[in-house]
């Protein structure tokens, strides 16, 4: 069984977050300056001191400081010595920094395909109606063999669409202009908050986030969020997505000594602002059910009241810093925290949140039976690692001192939707179908040079395809064929089983695995 591990201490008590236990959830709340990215900061190098990897989002820029070890100051002495602690070891954490916009870290991306309709309704701020004919595009592609990797493919697929209505409202329903132009008013707005450098290829691997170091301690991920948080819906939807993809790919492991990857979901209540109905129940669905993936799953946020109580009820290791009652709303979230955990007849909860200093929380984590245990006020232990944030150089030595450096840097622009639509070669050239309008299925593939040259040459190709000069593929008969059986499972039987679980969450995940 792996050892506790220790977080906080009170005058004449540790107080340890059982790992076995550790995916069970858990939330950090308390208000802005109170010590929550502290609290995270050590929960998450105490977690890679186990082995176990971690996912953050760094929303102030303050959180790259982990992946260097910490200064021993006067003043952190002092602070250590009041809880009776004596010695402090620095210790840097194999850190991997991650970036949307490819600036602060490895890019990082995803495909139309891959987010579906459901999260691309949100960040797009379609209505109902909007959102029911953007499904449609997505069934269409389906249907049509049509891969959408990036905003240009979705965008030449809304236009065909649009463009062909008639042809398919017998088939699908009614397509109307006023949806078709609202989701392309919607793609421009995305594009300028940075859209077209997220969703594309190489998509990133769920198994580059679950890794250890050479020591066996799990490497930290570090997700620049400081610009991306200024596209709100952007930030929730990604890191919404993230964890989708995680209870997709992750196998079932049941109970386990240690989580196999913990994910800490900073500025929560973005994930929930103006959230549908029914996405917040998928939401639900996903916290209750990735558990058994081994993952922990903590939230951090200002309030208690920002996660929904269908969730909240299913985190069962707390940290409460200060809440400040200046308001009835405030009064209200003070009462709520103080209820939701186990009352210690030692001190008033209700009252002890308002009266806790900087660094200092109640604290209830689940005991050995998974009960949560009697609240405790502490302080938070200090991290070993730094606290602030790497200078531009020592993150530029770690993103290319990374082994993975290399991989996602360089964009892939493969053959799929739009090129395919409006006839261009991989390369970007050639001329627009008429009117956006040619039939997938029936568009000749333009005329290569044979790379083999002679007979066998253009038999190989004929059989296995070629390639053109920006790496787009033409397919070949055998190809064609095993794509066709693999279409007709993915579009049916697949697709059935992926969005029964999760519903529109993952309801484009059908075209990556074309």
């Keep these: 069984m792996t050892e506790p591990l220790l977080i906080a201490k009170t005058k004449n008590k540790e107080i340890h977050l059982l790992p076995q236990l550790a995916n069970r959830h858990g939330l950090i709340t308390g208000a802005t300056g109170t010590g929550k ?28 400081g982990i992946g260097a070890a910490g200064v021993e100051s006067a003043k952190l ?16 954490n194999t850190a991997v920094f991650w970036d949307v916009f490819g600036e602060a870290g490895h890019p990082v991306r995803a495909t139309i395909s891959d987010m579906g ?18 499904q449609l595009v997505f069934k269409i592609a389906d249907d049509q063999g049509l891969l959408i990797i990036d905003l240009k493919d979705l965008r030449a697929t809304i236009q065909y669409v649009g463009d062909n209505a008639k042809d398919f409202t017998t088939q699908y329903g009614n397509i109307s202009a006023a949806s078709i132009g609202a989701i392309q008013r919607g793609l421009l707005t995305l594009e300028t908050q940075g859209g077209d450098k ?22 930290i991920n570090v997700l620049a969020a400081d ?10 939807t990604f890191l919404l997505w993230l964890l989708a993809e995680l209870f997709e790919q992750l196998p079932e492991v049941g109970d386990v000594d240690k989580p196999k990857l913990v994910f800490f979901f900073d500025e929560a209540h973005l994930l929930f602002n103006e959230a549908p109905k029914a996405l917040l129940e998928k939401i639900e669905q996903v916290v209750r059910l990735i558990r058994s993936k081994g993952v922990g799953v903590y ?32 009064q209200k979230a003070v009462k709520t925290a103080a209820e939701t955990m186990r009352a210690n007849p030692e001190f008033d909860a209700a009252t002890a949140i308002m009266e806790l200093g900087v660094g200092e929380a109640l604290i209830s984590f689940l005991d050995e039976k998974g009960r949560p245990a009697i609240v405790e006020r502490g302080f938070i232990v200090a991290p070993e690692s730094r606290l602030g944030p790497l200078t531009p150089a020592e993150r530029k030595a770690a993103i290319e001192g990374s082994v993975i450096y290399g991989h ?13 639509l409006t006839g261009a070669t991989a390369s970007g050239n050639g001329a627009s179908a008429a009117n956006g309008s040619a039939i997938p299925g029936n568009t000749a593939p333009a005329q290569e040079e ?5 007979l066998f040459g253009g038999l190989s190709e004929i059989l296995f395809g070629s390639t053109g000069p920006r790496g787009g593929r033409h397919p070949g008969l055998a190809e064609t064929a095993a794509r066709s059986v693999a279409r007709t499972v993915g579009s049916t039987i697949g697709r059935e089983i992926v969005r029964g679980v999760l519903g529109s969450i993952l309801g484009g995940s059908s075209g990556r695995r074309r």
């Design 37 to 64: 990215t502290v609290t995270l900061q050590k929960m998450a190098e105490s977690f890679a001191r186990i082995g176990v990897p971690v996912f953050m989002a760094d929303v102030k820029g303050d959180l790259s």
């Design 198 to 219: 997220f969703f594309g290829e190489p998509m990133l691997d769920i198994a580059d986030l679950i890794q250890t170091d050479a020591d066996g301690h799990g490497v």
């Design 117 to 134: 309709p459901l999260l691309l309704a949100r960040l797009l701020n379609l209505n109902d109606t909007q959102t029911g004919v953007l």
């Design 450 to 454: 044979s790379s083999g040259g002679g």
């Design 408 to 420: 996602y840097e360089q964009m892939v622009d493969r053959e799929s939707a739009f090129e395919k």
């Design 77 to 92: 002495k002092e602070r250590l010595a009041a809880i009776d602690i004596h010695e402090f070891t620095p210790r840097a």
């Design 299 to 330: 939230f951090v946020t200002q309030n208690p009241l920002d996660v929904p109580e269908s969730v909240l009820g299913q985190l069962g290791n707390r940290v409460q810093h200060a809440l400040r009652a200046f308001t009835p709303k405030d």
């Design 227 to 236: 610009k991306l948080y200024n596209s709100p819906k952007l930030y929730s």
